[in-house]
């Protein structure tokens, strides 16, 4: 049986079929537009620099880091330019050991490389750069340039790199730079974008000392490069460049014949020595001993470098002037009766018998042998008399101590341009009950006060917060924050500024309390324990001599040095100005473990007073006799600056 079809109907379905295909075409091509209409035009600009982007390479060019010079011109960090073998292990593309080994076989790869190169890599993200050797000779540039075929992600690269002509003369002051480790990084990612973005393709930052306080000044402006490149990523031609701007070079205050000298009489001993220029508040020499090579640090120090750093008992790599504490001893005395006159607790003239003891709540604490019979304060400061001051320290009590020495800086922030400082420990009623936890602790007893009169008890301070406070006695009661940099220079137009210093805060004392105590301070090296030391000087200088305890022997226990471990002997100090009638610089001086004051510390304040004031430079004979504390030592002789062998001024010839 045929089926009969309806024609129409059949065609009424075609059509409808005909219309839908249409409608899905027309609608699919409107998709297509609508796309095409939304990369071409809406999103133009975008996909245009994307695609200029996979064409060109925006390369970060790294600026010259800033130079660091002294008052005079010598420069004191600087930069050179050498090559260097890196590796970016992401595109390496095998086991890296293996590449090294074949590197070994070209260039010379020590033990040390291949452990600075795993410790870089383990701070390292896979597809950053890894230096493996720094400093390739030439011939070994050609001999890898012949085979770099077979290194994929293997290359040679020109780099900056940093170098401290004096090696380790005034490391602590000038710091070092280092590699950027992981822990900055991840601190940088909190910077402004515009600071972020000056430090792309920085692979080196500051880490200590003036380097890494004055960072930005000394880093520059980073430039970039445009590069067109190929399909595989390589460099073909440069399209355009902006030039990076070099780091701007900071001139510092600091004399750096003095720091080597003075670092040179310190010998072997441990120490840190503080000179201010009392009228400004500039640092002239700022040494810490014993003192370290910051030029290992440049390249990454290598790990038996680092473990005789690190572990060493001598400690080098303390910054002892800013951040070593220690009880003051017998050169706090004089700021003790400065403190009495200008609080009215005791009169100059007033005069106590010192039988050589002094017995307070059925303790008795030492004083001389024999005693000095009735001092004065003149006197006291002069011979140093512990009895006088004992009593004077019980008659303040702690809190007015605390109230006048602070002013001073005494246990306080000096706010120099380093970083790191740390406030050590001026003591007072809150401090104790601020920093022990039981309450039989916090409470002060007045038998602890008795010690802080002669500068011991829980008395503990830098060497700069010393220095400052002599400086401000000196200066008759004027006080200059101290700092290191002096100006800056820029780089590009040569212009200097100085760098702008806030006015000197008058503290108030009364100049005939201030004389009293200056001429106190004369007497104690014309007549008193700096007298053998300042024997035929050409200025008159103002001192006092100091000794502090390293450990606490008890009450009873006589000290005798021969007895202890070097460690555990007694420090000494000296802090002194001078000229005293008009004070040009200022200094503080401790060395660890030495004993009496005049005999270690004096001569070497002797020195540098000598250095500053009289144009003299101490002979080999003169300098040895200092390191073994030898107290009348030769004077020493004209300065000659050709004797020693220096880093050229900046922007003239190197010495001869």
Same mark, same amino acid.
């Given at each position: 049986m045929t089926e009969i079809r309806n024609a129409a109907a059949d065609t009424a379905r075609l059509r409808l079929r005909v219309v839908v295909i249409a409608l899905v075409v027309f609608f699919a091509f409107g998709l297509i537009g609508a796309r095409l209409y939304y990369l071409q035009v809406m999103q133009h600009e975008e996909l245009a620099e994307r695609a200029e982007r996979n064409r060109t390479a925006v390369v970060p060019v790294v600026p010259n880091r800033g130079l660091i010079l002294d008052r005079n011109g010598v420069v004191l960090a600087s930069n050179y330019s050498a090559y260097t073998l890196e590796i970016t292990?992401? /595109?390496? %593309?095998?086991?890296?050991? +293996?590449?090294?080994? /074949?590197?070994?076989?070209?260039?010379d790869v020590?033990?040390?490389?291949?452990?600075?190169?795993?410790?870089?890599?383990?701070? $390292?993200?896979?597809?950053?750069?890894?230096?493996?050797?720094?400093?390739?000779?030439?011939?070994?540039?050609?001999?890898?340039? #012949?085979?770099?075929?077979?290194?994929?992600?293997?290359?040679?690269?020109?780099r900056l790199f940093r170098n401290y002509p004096l090696g380790e003369v005034g490391a602590h002051v000038l710091g070092y730079i280092g590699r950027i480790n992981q822990r900055e990084?991840?601190?940088?990612?909190?910077?402004? +974008?515009?600071d972020q973005a000056n430090y792309k393709g920085t692979d080196y930052i500051g880490k200590l000392g003036i380097e890494q306080s004055y960072e930005k000044v000394l880093h520059g402006q980073t430039g970039v490069e445009q590069m067109e490149t190929s399909a595989g990523g390589r460099a073909v031609r440069r399209l355009g460049s902006h030039p990076a701007t070099p780091?701007?070079? *900071?001139?510092?205050?600091?004399?750096?014949?003095? /720091?080597?000298?003075?670092?040179?009489?310190?010998? +072997?001993?441990?120490? #840190?020595?503080?000179?201010?220029?009392?009228?400004?508040? +500039?640092?002239? #020499?700022?040494?810490?001993?014993?003192?370290?090579?910051? @030029?290992?640090? *440049?390249?990454?120090?290598?790990?038996?470098?680092?473990?005789?750093?690190?572990? $060493?008992?001598?400690?080098?790599?303390?910054?002892?002037?800013?951040? %070593?504490?220690?009880?003051?001893?017998?050169?706090?005395?004089?700021?003790?009766?400065? #403190?009495?006159?200008?609080t009215g607790k005791r009169a100059a003239n007033v005069v106590q018998n010192d039988p050589g003891f002094y017995t307070f709540g059925g303790h008795t604490f030492r004083s001389h042998e024999g005693g000095l019979g009735g001092v004065d304060m003149h006197r006291a400061i002069q011979h140093s008399s512990n009895t006088y001051f004992y009593s004077l320290a019980v008659e303040m009590g702690v809190d007015? =101590? &605390?109230?006048?020495?602070?002013?001073?800086?005494?246990?306080? =922030?000096?706010? =120099?341009?380093? @970083?790191?400082e740390v406030r050590g420990t001026l003591p007072s009623m809150a401090w104790k009950r601020a920093t022990y936890r039981r309450p039989e602790q916090q409470r002060w007893f007045p038998g602890e006060t008795v010690s802080l009169g002669i500068g011991q008890g829980y008395n503990n301070f830098t060497m700069l917060q010393l220095a400052l406070a002599e400086a401000t006695l000196a200066n008759g009661g004027i006080h200059h924050r101290p700092h290191l940099a002096r100006a800056i220079k820029n780089t590009v137009t040569g212009e200097v500024r100085l760098i702008e210093q806030p006015p000197g805060q008058n503290l108030g004392y009364k100049p005939k309390n201030v004389d009293v105590i200056r001429n106190a301070l004369v007497a104690v090296n014309k007549g008193g324990t700096g007298t053998r030391v300042f024997a035929g000087a050409a200025y008159t200088s103002a001192g006092k001599t100091g000794t502090a305890q390293a450990v606490s022997l008890g009450r009873n226990?006589?000290?005798?040095?021969?007895?202890?471990?070097? &460690?555990?002997?007694?420090h000494s100090l000296f802090a002194a100005f001078a000229p005293a009638e008009d004070p040009k610089i200022a200094v503080a001086v401790i060395v660890e473990n030495a004993g009496f004051g005049a005999a270690h510390a004096a001569p070497i304040v002797r020195r540098v007073f000598d250095y500053w004031l009289a144009n003299q430079y101490p002979n080999e004979q003169d300098m040895a006799a200092v390191r073994v504390g030898k107290a009348a030592a030769p004077i020493g002789k004209p300065l000659v600056a050709s004797e020693m062998a220096w880093p050229a001024p900046e922007g003239a010839a190197a010495a001869p």
């Open positions: 292990p992401s /595109q390496a %593309g095998r086991n890296l050991d +293996e590449v090294i080994d /074949q590197l070994a076989e070209i260039v020590q033990p040390r490389d291949r452990r600075r190169f795993k410790r870089l890599r383990e701070d $390292s993200r896979s597809f950053d750069s890894v230096p493996l050797r720094t400093r390739l000779t030439d011939e070994e540039v050609a001999r890898f340039a #012949a085979q770099r075929y077979r290194f994929p992600g293997v290359e040679i690269k020109a990084k991840t601190q940088m990612e909190d910077w402004p +974008e515009e780091g701007d070079t *900071v001139m510092l205050t600091l004399d750096i014949r003095l /720091q080597r000298l003075v670092e040179e009489m310190f010998g +072997e001993r441990r120490g #840190a020595l503080v000179a201010i220029d009392p009228r400004t508040g +500039e640092i002239l #020499a700022f040494v810490s001993k014993p003192t370290f090579d910051p @030029n290992l640090f *440049v390249e990454g120090i290598d790990t038996e470098s680092w473990q005789a750093l690190n572990e $060493s008992i001598d400690k080098p790599l303390l910054n002892r002037a800013l951040r %070593g504490t220690y009880p003051p001893g017998s050169t706090y005395k004089p700021f003790m009766g400065l #403190a009495a006159l200008e007015a =101590i &605390h109230d006048f020495m602070k002013p001073l800086g005494f246990g306080q =922030i000096t706010g =120099i341009d380093l @970083n790191g226990v006589k000290y005798n040095p021969k007895l202890l471990e070097e &460690h555990q002997r007694d």
